[in-house]
């Protein structure tokens, strides 16, 4: 079964961090692009960051570039979104989702699995 299991969301001040994983399970890791979605509650879900794992490519939303990291452990097939300088406006649901295409495609929404979500709250 192909299953992406996030975790490590919660609440946070802000100018906290938190560091959210992504675990997956299933399938090909190496062959996949794994980003990181968030949906806050009366918003369209938004493309926050992604990786490559082919080419260790990476992608950030302007919002959070300089803020947020992005890394991949192959060997533990998990993706790590680390989230440093928090704002309230970064409370949402956060989706990790893997796809076989490129970043591109991905943040159009061409995914072939995506988890259930984990929920950061940042307080003011």
């Known amino acids: 079964e192909v299953q992406l299991v996030e975790s490590g969301g919660g609440l946070a001040q802000a100018g906290g961090s938190l560091r959210l994983s992504c675990a997956a399970s299933?399938?090909?890791?190496?062959?996949?692009?794994i980003g990181w979605f968030r949906q806050a509650p009366g918003e369209e879900r938004e493309g926050v960051s992604c990786?490559?794992?082919?080419?260790?490519?990476?992608y950030y939303a302007d919002s959070v570039k300089g803020r947020f990291t992005i890394s991949s452990d192959n060997a533990k097939n998990t993706v790590y979104l680390q989230m440093n300088s928090l704002k309230t406006e970064d409370t949402a649901v956060y989706y990790c989702?893997?796809?076989?295409?490129?970043?591109?495609?991905?943040?159009?929404?061409?995914?072939?699995?995506w988890g259930q979500g984990t929920l950061v709250t940042v307080s003011s």
């Open positions: 299933g399938l090909s890791f190496d062959d996949y692009v």
């Open positions: 989702a893997a796809g076989l295409g490129t970043i591109a495609t991905i943040l159009r929404g061409y995914f072939e699995v």
């Open positions: 990786i490559s794992n082919s080419d260790g490519s990476t």
